[in-house]
C-alpha cells in the first residue's frame, strides 16, 4: 500500500503518512486505530509487533466488565483472581 492509499483510507495527507513514518510527526496517535483497521492488524501490532488481541469470550468479558459498578468491578477481579489460581 502506498503512502496516498493509507492517506485515503485513514483521512489524512500523504505528508502525515509520510511524517509518521519518519518520527517526524505526533498525530500518529490520534489516528492508530483507524490506521490498524485499514491495515487490518491490531493497534497493539502497530506499538509493540506483537498481535495478542482479545477475541470472542475476552471480548465479551471485557465488555461486561465495562459495563460494571466500580464495586462489580472489584468483586468480579477478586473472583478472577480466585479462579486463575486453581
Request: contains cysteine; proline residues 0%; charged residues 25%.
Amino acid at each position: 500500500m502506498t503512502q496516498e492509499e493509507l492517506a485515503e483510507r485513514v483521512g489524512v495527507s500523504r505528508s502525515a503518512v509520510a511524517q509518521w513514518e519518519t518520527d517526524r510527526a505526533g498525530q500518529v496517535g490520534a489516528h492508530l486505530t483507524r490506521i490498524a483497521q485499514v491495515l487490518g492488524v491490531g493497534a497493539e501490532y502497530l506499538l509493540s509487533g506483537t498481535q495478542e488481541s482479545a477475541r470472542g469470550d475476552e471480548l465479551a468479558l471485557l465488555r461486561l466488565y465495562r459495563a460494571c459498578s466500580a464495586e462489580d468491578r472489584a468483586l468480579l477481579l477478586q473472583t478472577a483472581r480466585r479462579l486463575a489460581k486453581g
